[in-house]
Structure formats: structure tokens, C-alpha cells
């Protein structure tokens, strides 16, 4: 069936009936045709239901044709309808004047049937053109709006992340700290973040993402909690860094990856470990020193491939020394010329200040970067992170004890003693003392009861290392090659009565201990237990 | 380590004052076993002196709690401290076996 199109609506208006019907004669087989005989009677009409166009008499009774069509340009619901006045007189300045109000054309009467055709024709055309283009520009200005709400989202996901209260940590006096990040228009993608890995030891980590907007700041937020999870019962940077980049290269399906330093610092003995995956080399800034850059990389961005090995690298804080992180939203800023601030500017600017407070520092190192760039528009996220050692760094005492057991199970009650005397005098907590009895109980038992053929003549050698709250045992003998966990687990889920009697004594050791390991060394079996001694 | 037994309203208490380990845990399943085969049928175990447990007295636990189930007998365990509750919570034993916050508490259940 062939398609019907609309037939577009055209109300006449002239207080002359004759007129009326020669409009309708010339243009009703075309289009609908409406009369109003006055003014008030067609604003009723268009009121009710809107036409396409409108030819209006001029001079009528009442209500002229003048002040109907302000009052239909005044309302906004009828203003974009047009217009055409019909007039008896060809007078120049009710044309000019018929104009300024606001009407599309002017035909003279008597009417000319071509001519009223055409000029209805294309205004209708005209109209229609207009319609079009309103709608597109809908659509297009929603799509704006929407893109806007995203980028909107966006930020609002990375700043949540950031801790942004200074100073976090008002009860520690050992450093300073300070952070911020300038978000670009569009989310580059930056972030920073430090938190207490254990009661002496603060990551620090600042990281790029290259995805925008929210695919970008989704990333982060993943980057970033899995750095949480996984430094949380790790103090190795580069173990941490290797974790991480094997978990975000797993599951990657955008390709994104993250540019990354991570630096854990013991905030008591300003012992500093750090790793850099790809990221700006910062900046060591020391009293009375030369400005030092941490210029080496221990493997590529991360989240990229699997499979890499990341390294870590030790320095020693003095007392305040100042660590500078940034991204590269310094160092490629941009100025109107198209220069950009690099490290020389930045090298110089920081050579250019005394060695500042941490807050005064990101805040001043950030006027630099802006007052450089002057009104160029900021194409990426600034991040600064500066943290300071405000003490003397302490020495790290190690407390150590050595003791060998012959192959008796009577030995173990005298190890035990023997750690339990250690431990009270340096203020090991009980429930740490009763962990390590308990794991040395059922390791020295295991050793003891099968390790040797003949148990002359051998002697299993310990030897405790307690420092920083950080408790490390290696027992050492040189039985047959066991590597106690490397066994089978008992299953914890079954009834007493499914329930075998053995296999627990290396599950309570895994689990009791914050970290166990073996090795097999020249003919002995080392085996490693660390516990940190307060949680 | 010393074991004391004392019957209160036909429950036989066990307490245990010092370590459940490798070198105590033949002696503390010798007297249980001496209890099970005079017939007790109902039998607590009191932890409150008790420093600290391993596999070793996990194992005599598991074994009495195994024979009292097949003769049909009670056995609940009382006043863990929290090494002691720990070492129960990762082998599953607080799962499989009646604890007890204090002896009042777990004469009241037998």
C-alpha cells in the first residue's frame, strides 16, 4: 500500500468570507485549510491544535493582523509557525513593519493563485528544514551532555580514590606528607596513594593510567586495590610490583597499562625500598646535598605482558631528605608556544628552593608548572607527592638467639623454653610465643620422628632473628629431603567421624605463621617461618 | 603439664594446666583412655590452664571425640583462649566439636 504523507495544515485568517474561500479554493485539494473569520478565533485554533503556516489579513476589525502575529512570535509554543500576511495595499512600510514582527513573507491581494501556491510551498520547506535541524541538534546536544555526565563520572571515581585529607596521619610525628592531583578536562587517568603496610612501614605509590575517561579511571581503581591487597602481607616493592602486573596482564582485555613507582619506607630506620615500573624518575632533595635523581627503571610499565620478574632498589633516608613523585603531567606541560617543562625545568626550579616543607613544596612545584604553561589548556593530570624524614632514623636492632637439638622429642619442650625465655626478654607478646611453640612443636616432631634412619650423631639447628617487631626462625637439619609444605591438605570440612588423624600439624603452621617457606640447601632442609609479632 | 579429673553431676572433668604437645599428649590420652574404659560417658575438657595445644593434642582430641561417638557418649570442650581458639578455628575442630565458653556453661548443656 502506497505511504500517505501527512498533509501539512494552513490556517487562513481574513474577516472577508469571500477571501476565505479563494485561499481554500487555490490551496484545499494540497493541504488541510483552516478559516478564522477574527483575530481571537485564530488564536483559539492555533491554540488547540498548531498549524504548519498561517496566512494573516492585516487589517481586521478588533484585533489587527499585526497584533495577532505578536502575540503568536511572544508565545514560544507557536512563535516558530510562519507567518505570511495577506494585505490589500502594496505600502513599503507596512511591509517593513509587518517584518520586524517577525512574519516569514507578504502577499498582496487579490491573490495570485501561483504565487500563493509557491510561497506557501516554500515556506511549508522552509519549516520543515527547520524542524530537521532542531531535532538533530537534540540529539547532538544530548550526546554532549552525555559525554559530559561521563567525564563527569569519571572524575568522580578517581578523585574518591585519592586520600586527600593532609596531614593523614596526625599522631606520627617520624615524617611529613603531602599529595595532590590536578585533574586534566578530560580524566588522564593519574592517581597516588600511601598507606601503613604495618605499624612502622608506609607505601608509597603514584601511577598513570594510558586509558581516559571511565575505562581509564575503572582501571585505576582495580590497579589500585590490587596494589592494597597484595602489599598488605607483603614488604617486597618488587614482589608487590610482580603480583600486580601478573594479575592486570591476566585480565586486560583493552590493552591498558599503568606507568608505576612503589616504594615502601620504614618511617622509623629511613630504610627505603623501591621499585619503578616505567615511571618518572623523582627526585631526592637533601640539605646542603646536590639534587639526586632515581634515574633506573626495574621493568616496564605494568599490566602489559605477563611473566616479568621486577627488581627492587634500597637506599637510606637521612634525616630531612625529601622524596619527590610526580607524573608526567609536569613534565609535559605545555606552554602556548608549544614548548614543553621537562626535567630541566623542573631540576632547576627545584634547585631554585630551599629544601621546602612537603606541602609547601607540591603547591610550589605546582605554581611553576602552571606559570609555565600560562593559559595553554592543561592536556594532562598533575599529580605531586612529596614525603619527608622529620627524625634522626633509628638503628635497627636485631635480637638473636642460635640453639641445636639433638634428634629426641624431649628436645622439644627445651626449644621451646629456651624461645620462651628469649621472648620475655624482649617483649614478644604471648600469643606470639605460643604460635612459634606450637609450629616448632609439630615441625621439630615431623624432623625428628622421620627425618633420620639412624638419629645419632645429627642435630637440627635453629636460629631466631627478632628485629622490628618481625620474628624469623630457620630450622635446619639434614634428614632426608622433605619439604613439609608440599604436601597434601587434610580436608577441614569433613565430620569426626570422616576426619583422619594426622596432616594438621604443617596446616596450623601455614596458618599461624605470616609466612613459611622451604628450601633445599647442600644437603639440608631449611625451612623458613616469619612472624610478625604484632598484627 | 598437669592433668586434674573431677567429677561434678556425673560429668568427668579433665583440666589441663600447661601445654597439650607433642611430649604431654601421650599422658593426657593415657588417663582420657583410663576414663573411657571405666565407662564415662560424659567427659569435659577444661582448657582454662591450658597455654597452648598442637597437632599432637589435636590428634588424642580427635580420637576420644571419635570413640565417645561410637560408644554414644558427650564430650564438650571448655575455655579456649584465642591461640587455642584459633588453632581450633583453622583445623575445623570448632566445627566438628561442642565448645564452650566456660565450665558452667558446658555442665548446663551435658
Redesign the interface.
Known sequence: MPETQTKFTILAVDDTPENLDVVRGILAPQYIVKAAINGPMALKIVEKQPPDLILLDIMMPGMSGYEVCERLKANPETSHIPVIFLTAMEQTSDEASGFKLGAADYITKPVNPPILEARVKTHLALKQSMDELNKAYGVIKRQKDRMQEELNVGHDIQMSMLPLVFPPFPDRNEFSINALLKPAREVGGDFYDFFFINKDELCLVIGDVSGKGVPGALFMAVTRTMIKSNASGDRSPASIVTRVNEELSADNPQSMFVTLFLGIVNVKTGEFRFTNAGHNPPYIIQDGKELVCLDHRDGPIIGAIGGIAYKENKLSFSRNDTLLLFTDGVTEAMNPAGDLYLEDRLEAFLNSQNNLPTDELVTATLAAVEGFAADAEQADDITLLAFSLDIEPQELVHHQLELEARVD??E??RI?QEFSVFASQHGIGA?AV??V??AL??L??NIISYGFENNEDHVIQLTLDYVGERLEITIKDDGVPFNPFDQAQ?D??????E?K??G??V??VK??MSDVSYQRQQGSNVVTLILNTVP | MEINIKEVNGVNVVEFTGNLDTNTAPEAESQINGLLDAGAAKILVNFENLNYISSAGLRVLLATAKKMMVSGGSLKICSLNSTVQEVFDISGFSTILSLAANEADALAAF
Open positions: 622429642l624431649s622439644i619442650d621451646n600469643a605460643q604460635k611453640c606450637i612443636d609439630d621439630l616432631n587434610p577441614t570440612a569433613l565430620t569426626v567421624e576426619r588423624i594426622g594438621l600439624g596446616l596450623l596458618e599461624l
